[in-house]
């Protein structure tokens, strides 16, 4: 079994002093002579001492404890923006609670139920697919918990964002598969009422503006998981008018369709093209290798974090900003 963590209290015993002399010296402080302070400070090293920062926050009405929620930890998006967040975290001496909301708005509300009962100092969130109401971050706002809204955000609270070029993202990937010579591209897309969604699916129609195709509204499919995305998929390339090109909202959505093209002997590129969004792990793991959108989401964890860190030590009314995270079109072998 584990040893366990020695406290304040073992201290205090062992080395014969207060409580309050081992916290004081654990915090320098300067009313106590150096030989004393120095003293506790070797034998917390010594002994692997950590303190409780959520009980110490809790009892200061202080605290060094933020939340995260996102829908989901296995994705290779939001698996790297957990990382630039507690890469930022780490370096300025702050705490993670991590919670997964699984796309379901029920489990977003029992989130910040529990961030707000454990009084963290700040909360950094994606919004589930599932949610289209969002008094539960009003209420954290309400109780002067600043909040963060990253990649899927919420624009009616008013709050910092740090959002992917979704839009750009999309125009690029939509002028590629033009240019290299595709008429009819379908574009498989998340819920409407997520920004992101929107603004993919403003670039995709613009692309297709700009370079005098037509808009076919037959063509725009909500399906943004691999699952779904092999019979919508199967459907469509087995149709007279079939798609010669997927335009899809993530890698995971992209490969459904790869599948399903290759179920039907369909030769990728030659003919049908497919291009994803996000630039994971499964991108080059794939076969043929997927062309996709990559987007940067270590870059958001730590824009989001450092956006936060701002805010939680702000001395004044803080600025509302934005920070946008740029996208880069990435060709591989699924595109002509």
Excluded at 38 to 62: C, G, M, T, W
Excluded at 117 to 123: E, L, Q, Y
Aim: aromatic letters at 6%; a negative charge; proline letters at 4%.
């Amino acid at each position: 079994m584990p040893k366990p963590q020695i406290t304040i209290k073992d201290i205090a015993r062992e080395l014969e002093v207060s409580v309050s002399t081992v916290s004081r010296a654990l915090n320098d402080s300067p009313d106590l002579s150096k030989a004393t302070k120095q003293r506790v400070q070797d034998y917390a090293k010594l002994h692997h001492y950590n303190p409780n920062f959520l009980a110490l926050s809790i009892k200061k009405r202080e605290s060094t404890v933020i939340g995260v929620i996102v829908p989901q930890v296995t994705h290779h998006f939001f698996a790297s923006v957990v990382e630039g967040i507690l890469e930022v975290a780490d370096r300025e001496g702050f705490s993670v609670l991590l919670f997964r909301s699984h796309e379901e708005y029920d489990k977003e509300v029992r989130s910040v139920q529990r961030l707000l009962s454990s009084r963290v100092c700040g909360v950094l969130t994606s919004v589930a697919k599932e949610t289209t109401r969002y008094d539960h971050f009003q209420e954290l706002v309400d109780n002067d918990i600043p909040v963060i809204f990253f990649d899927r955000i919420c624009v009616d609270i008013q709050s910092n964002r740090v959002v992917i070029d979704d839009y750009a993202g999309a125009l690029s990937a939509t002028e590629y598969l033009i240019k290299t010579g595709c008429k009819r591209i379908s574009f498989f897309c998340s819920p409407m009422h997520l920004e992101i969604s929107k603004n993919r699916r403003g670039g995709y129609v613009d692309a297709l503006r700009k370079h005098g195709l037509p808009v076919d509204n037959d063509l725009i499919k909500i399906c943004d998981n691999y699952d779904d995305a092999i019979p919508v998929a199967t459907e469509m390339l087995q149709s007279e008018n079939r798609p010669d090109a997927f335009f899809a909202v993530n890698d995971e959505t992209a490969l459904g369709i790869l599948h399903a093209s290759k179920l039907l002997h369909l030769k990728i590129p030659d003919e049908v093209s497919i291009c994803g969004f996000t630039d994971g792990f499964a991108a080059i793991a794939s076969d043929p290798q997927l062309t996709t959108v990559g987007q940067n989401g270590f870059d958001v964890g730590v824009s989001a974090m450092e956006l936060l860190v701002e805010r939680i030590r702000s001395n004044g009314e803080p600025m509302l900003k934005n920070r946008i995270i740029r996208t880069k079109l990435v060709v591989r072998e699924t595109t002509r």
